[in-house]
């Protein structure tokens, strides 16, 4: 997966299309995210001991990760990203459309 937490996401698909929020958690396993503000649902909660009032609650739920591109500041939109090798021996990911490199994603490799 080429996202991490706190990376600032752009939804292409669906009701929240054009939204953009931060990554606030990922299951990897599943291949989905939680956006903040996005795929946002209203849970319905009775009155109880713990919340006494009831009423709703909002909260994101997870999306797929295919539903949703980087944010690039320089491009200002999301785009594709790609990995590439920094100078200096570390993997970087990179915007596949300016170029602009859009930090580290693992460290160079000591022979
Ligand atoms: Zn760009």
New binding site residues.
Partial sequence: MHIKTNDTVVVITGDDKGQRGKVLAIDRREGRLVVEGVNRVYKHVRRSQKNPQGGRLSKEMPVQVSNVLLL?N??GKG?RTGARLAKNGTKERY?K??G?GMGEISPAKTK
Wanted: net charge positive; aromatic share 0%; with cysteine.
């Fill in positions: 690039c320089r491009c785009v915007c459309t300016c602009t």
